[in-house]
């Protein structure tokens, strides 16, 4: 058996002179002796008559200009692609058809308008076979109103079996040879025009293929197949390479230009193989349409239509609602005049029902018709943005990326398909070109999203927020991602907002006006969105109860930063029952702002670890605090009054026996350790306090008042180290044999500890291969800004890791 194939041109293939002689290249290069070729017609032709059409019942002088200017341009294609010879039939045929269009009068008859808004596809086709001819590939024209018989209707049907004879008959005639078949047009049994409606060659050719069993039909238009939507309304639409038959349908339903909406019926019926191919550029790519229902995961198209018409239809009251409902839908199911949306308001009696403006005055006449009990209200003015996917309903990213873009339109109904195909929403007419972009990028977009929430709002909190704002932008287009502060709590009260917040309202008076109590709710509110990828939590506080969600963190999915210490230095269980559930989930932990502040500290140790190297001892000042009081401290002046200068200076906690305990720098110290790979339990630190247990029971105002009490045992040994050539200094340390101590040492003044810039933290790492010179990082190891620049750090890491 013969085996052909279909290759369809839209109007846009046919648009100009260029156009042709494109296509017929591709006809040389992709087709086949026997091959059909289906027409619409050239450029906007049809739209001219169109046009020309509407004119003659307004405007006799409109009318006249525009069948001027189509003659002008058919001529035109004519003198440019024949030679003279081939003209003179083809200039003959579109003078008869020209007279009888000036011969036109008010009104149209339907026939007679069909019969007139089909010339277009005549002339093409002549124009094309002709064209074909002259390059060599001997062709005829053939007028499908000889064999597609369909009944008039608004959505026409074309009767298959009587068809398909008439076809293959006038098949049989030309062997060998291209035929060049008209689009858009069937014929009655009274032998008048029957127009398949607006686009409607695209049907023809899949129910041509159809009928002549052709193997495989491809639509050539001025794109290269179905995109992520319409690319001349989105920039960035993706072609889709392979599309499912029951999406291409829906998208055909819904009345995107790119597919006539029952193009995908023959091809469901048969075993025709669809593809679309650009004629402007046939190499740049192909959508195909596969049969295969791999399972569908959401939205693949996002499409809109304007001029889209609502039925509000009533039924009247006291009949059964439900009965009356049903019995519509299988009518207009029967008639193919399935609505583009509906909507049901059953306590009103009121069904809403969407409709291109086509078709819309013929199917309120049909439901009218159906029953006196409807009654049909027409109004004009909507239209739809739609996003269309196996599986779009039940995606809950797509559907709330669907609501959340249409929440501020003037939205009358939202649309959910049975088929789970497509989301439907009806607007009144606005820009629907702006929503397609936002809702394109919304639901399309490759863009990872990262909701960073932060917990803290003091020195460290606030610094670091002023820190995000300056670096937000820059994130963004480093990681081609979007980061979006969504949320900042602190012990009282949080702000959340998944559309993004502000940095510099939330320093300003935004939260005191927008927080609500912390009942954890943003924690609830976090674990339930569905707009971001990730959730990268920042604690930058003190609190024992915020380390006690650490693991459920984890088990949400959330990065953590801290700068919190508790967690870190808590017993090894702790420790790793909170590692592991990171490790588990696949997410980040990083506290690079809990030892040394800005400086390079956690990482390099945890690096050299990792690297092969093995820590063998650590030596160093590990607070800022404590570093700077004993700088200052030769015994001259009392060690409370220098205590109080560094508080009157920000230089301790709001307490300062939190710094004055050891514990600070215990906890720093187990956190290194950790980090280089040694297991360490806190408790098995020796740590010296410098506050004496009577100042322990005081509240803070009390503590100064009787903080003299610190001087006495240290006066005795700040002045026996002077008389030794020694300085005071408060070490911590992890020696060779594992012991791990914190504590007031006295050294040498010319020692690597003693001197240093008050403030300053220095680290000394002996390793394996840092062994007669140990390594040393060393500079300021406080301050809310390098701590706030920490945490920074420890989020780029983490967008790097995504
Ligand atoms: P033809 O004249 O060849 O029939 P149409 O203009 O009818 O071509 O259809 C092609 C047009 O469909 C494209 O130029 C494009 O603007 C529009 N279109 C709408 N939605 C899509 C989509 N999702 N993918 C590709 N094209 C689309
Ligand atoms: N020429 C017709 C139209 O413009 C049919 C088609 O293009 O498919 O609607
Ligand atoms: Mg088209």
Redesign the pocket.
């Known amino acids: 058996m013969l085996v052909r194939q279909l290759h369809?041109?839209?109007?846009?293939?046919?648009?100009d002179v260029q156009c042709y002689q494109r296509v017929a290249s591709i006809l040389q290069q992709y087709s086949g002796d026997n091959d059909l070729v289906v027409v619409?017609a050239a450029g906007s032709t049809t739209n001219q008559l169109i046009k020309w059409a509407d004119a003659l019942e307004s405007d006799g002088r409109v009318a006249h200009e525009v069948l001027q200017e189509l003659r002008a341009f058919q001529t035109h294609l004519i003198e440019e692609l024949l030679r003279s010879e081939q003209q003179s039939a083809l200039l003959e045929s579109l003078a008869i058809d020209f007279s009888e269009l000036n011969g036109a009068s008010w009104p149209l008859e339907e026939t007679k308008r069909a019969y007139f808004l089909g010339m277009g596809e005549v002339w093409s086709s002549k124009l094309l076979a002709a064209l074909l001819c002259r390059k060599e590939m001997p062709a005829v024209q053939l007028d499908s109103r000889h064999f597609l018989r369909a009944e008039k209707g608004t959505q026409p049907e074309v009767e298959r079996v009587t068809s398909k004879q008439l076809l293959m008959n006038e098949l049989a005639q030309h062997h060998d040879r291209r035929v060049v078949i008209t689009g858009f047009m069937a014929q009655d049994h009274q032998g008048n025009t029957v127009l398949l409606g607006r686009?409607g060659?695209?049907y023809s050719a899949t129910v041509i293929g159809l009928l002549a069993e052709a193997s495989r039909v491809t639509?050539?238009?001025?794109?290269?197949?179905?995109?992520?939507?319409?690319?001349?309304?989105v920039e960035e639409?993706c072609?889709?390479p392979l599309l499912r038959l029951d999406e291409a349908s829906e998208?055909a339903r819904l009345a995107?230009?790119?597919?006539?909406s029952r193009t995908l019926q023959p091809v469901a019926q048969s075993a025709i193989d669809l593809n679309?191919r650009c004629?402007h550029a046939p190499e740049s790519g192909s959508?195909r349409i596969e049969r295969v229902l791999a399972s569908g995961r959401g939205a693949k198209?996002?499409?809109s239509l304007d001029d889209v018409v609502l039925l509000d239809v009533s039924i009247e009251h006291g009949h059964d609602f439900e009965r009356c409902l049903e019995e519509l839908s299988d009518v207009l199911a029967k008639a193919q005049l399935v609505p583009l949306a509906e909507e049901v308001q059953a306590d009103r009696y009121k069904i809403r029902l969407a409709y291109t403006q086509e078709v819309a005055r013929d199917v309120q006449d049909f439901i009218q018709a159906q029953s006196p009990l409807y009654h049909v209200d027409y109004q004009a003015g909507y239209s739809i943005v739609a996003a269309v996917g196996a599986g779009v309903t039940s995606n809950a990213l797509h559907c709330f990326g669907f609501y959340q873009q249409l929440k501020h339109q003037p939205l009358e109904f939202v649309y959910e398909t049975e088929s789970e195909l497509s989301l439907v929403a009806v607007l009144r007419q606005g820009s629907s070109k702006l929503i397609l972009n936002a809702l394109h990028a919304q639901l399309f977009q490759a863009q990872k999203r990262i909701a960073v929430a932060l917990c803290g709002r003091g020195n460290i909190g606030a610094s670091w927020l002023s820190l995000f704002e300056t670096q937000q932008d820059v994130m963004n287009k480093r990681y081609g991602m979007q980061f979006d502060l969504v949320c900042v709590a602190d012990s009282k009260n949080y702000w959340l907002d998944l559309d993004g917040l502000d940095a510099s309202q939330v320093t300003g008076d935004g939260f005191e006006k927008h927080a609500v109590r912390n009942d954890n709710g943003w924690l609830a509110q976090l674990k339930e969105q569905q707009r971001y990828d990730e959730i990268v939590v920042i604690d930058a506080t003190a609190s024992a109860a915020l380390t006690a969600n650490y693991i459920a963190f984890a088990e949400h999915g959330f990065h953590l930063i801290s700068a919190n210490k508790l967690a870190g230095s808590a017993p090894s269980e702790t420790y790793h029952l909170i590692q592991d559930a990171f490790s588990k989930t696949g997410r980040s932990w990083h506290y690079n702002a809990t030892v040394g502040a800005g400086l390079p500290i956690n990482h390099t140790v945890r690096d050299l670890h990792e690297s092969g190297d093995t820590v063998v001892s650590f030596s160093g000042i590990f607070s800022g605090t404590l570093s700077w009081l004993f700088q200052q401290y030769t015994g001259d002046i009392p060690f409370s009054e220098l205590v109080e200068q560094a508080w009157q200076q920000g230089l301790t906690e709001p307490d300062p026996r939190k710094d004055l305990d050891g514990s600070d720098v215990m906890r720093k110290l187990v956190i290194l350790a950790r980090e280089s790979g040694l297991d360490i339990e806190p408790q098995a630190v020796k740590v010296e306090s410098l506050v004496p247990e009577a100042l322990n029971a005081l509240s803070a105002d009390e503590f100064f008042d009787h903080a003299e009490q610190l001087d006495d045992a240290l006066l005795e040994r700040v002045e026996k180290a002077n008389e030794e050539g020694k300085v005071l200094r408060y070490v911590a340390r992890l020696d060779r044999d594992g012991k791990a101590s914190v504590g007031v040492e006295a050294l040498p003044s010319n020692h690597a500890l003693a001197n240093l810039l008050p403030c300053d933290n220095i680290f000394a790492i002996e390793s394996v291969w840092y062994k007669d010179n140990p390594l040393v990082i060393r500079g300021p190891g406080a301050g809310r800004d390098v701590t706030a620049g920490a945490i920074q750090s420890d989020l780029n890491r983490i967008a790097a890791s995504l």
């Open positions: 369809k041109f839209g109007g846009s293939s046919l648009a619409s686009n060659s695209d639509i050539w238009s001025d794109v290269a197949g179905v995109y992520s939507a319409d690319p001349r309304i639409a072609l889709l998208l995107a230009p790119v597919l006539h679309l004629s959508t198209i996002v499409t």
